[in-house]
Each structure stands twice: as C-alpha cells, then as structure tokens.
C-alpha cells in the first residue's frame, strides 16, 4: 500500500518544482539527478519520464527502490521526500507522456520529441514520506 503524503507539503507535488531523483549504482554509491516528474493523487504516484539509454535506468533493472526529493524554492528549509519503489515501466513510444511533463514545465510541448523511441513512464509507488 502506498503512503500518502503530508497534507502539508502536498503543494510541492503539485507545484511544477524540479526533484532530485536518487538511485544505486552497481557499486552500491547513490546517484542522483534533477527530474520532471507528475503526482498522480488519484493514484497515490509519481510519474517521471525517463529513457532506456540513461544509466539511472539501467540502475533500476537491478534496484526498484528510490528516493525523490523537492525543495520548495520559496523556502530551502522546507522540502518532501520520499522513498519508494519503481512499480511501472510503460513505453513511451509517441513521447506523449513526456509531452504533458513539457506542458507542466515550460508551459508548451515541442511538436516532436526527439528520443520518443527509448522513453519511458517510470511509475513510483511511494513507501514512505519525511517533510520539514
């Protein structure tokens, strides 16, 4: 069962915030990068698009866990994270999902999106949330 997440910090899964998106390396060191990502309510997940050539994907072929941090930018004290488990990989073979995360962004999507063939939606069932 997913957890649900503070009503207090639900805003910085809703706001079009950038997170830090941690997984593990083969040698067991963390590795992290800024992502795009969409909280899905409804279902209690996150949602990021992703590609099968980058090496966080390759990371999650061995390990499903994840940790995904968002910082409020009004306020670095305050921030959410969570720990979880990539639950989904679905193809994304038109970009379609990416396009939407491009509308979140930048407030338009480009007509085309040039990696279509490798994306990915990485769906994260949350285990646990930490705020401050």
């Not at 060191?29 to 990021?48: H, I, R, T």
């Not at 990989?89 to 970009?95: R, S």
Request: aromatic content about 8%; overall charge neutral; charged content about 25%.
């Amino acid at each position: 069962m997913a957890a649900t997440p503070p009503a207090s910090h639900i805003d910085l899964l809703e706001r079009p915030l950038f997170a830090s998106f941690a997984t593990v390396r083969p040698d067991g060191a963390p590795q992290v990068n800024p992502m795009w990502f969409l909280w899905d309510a409804e279902q209690g997940v996150v949602k990021l698009t992703h590609t099968k050539v980058r090496s966080n994907y390759r990371a999650l072929q061995r390990e499903q866990r994840i940790g995904l941090c968002v910082i409020d930018p009004d306020n670095g004290y305050r921030y959410l994270s969570l720990r979880g488990t990539v639950t989904d990989i679905q193809d994304d073979p038109e970009g379609d999902f990416c396009k939407t995360l491009q509308k979140r962004y930048r407030g338009h999507a480009e007509p085309e999106v040039a990696d279509k063939a490798v994306r990915v939606i990485l769906t994260v069932t949350p285990d646990h949330f930490k705020v401050h």
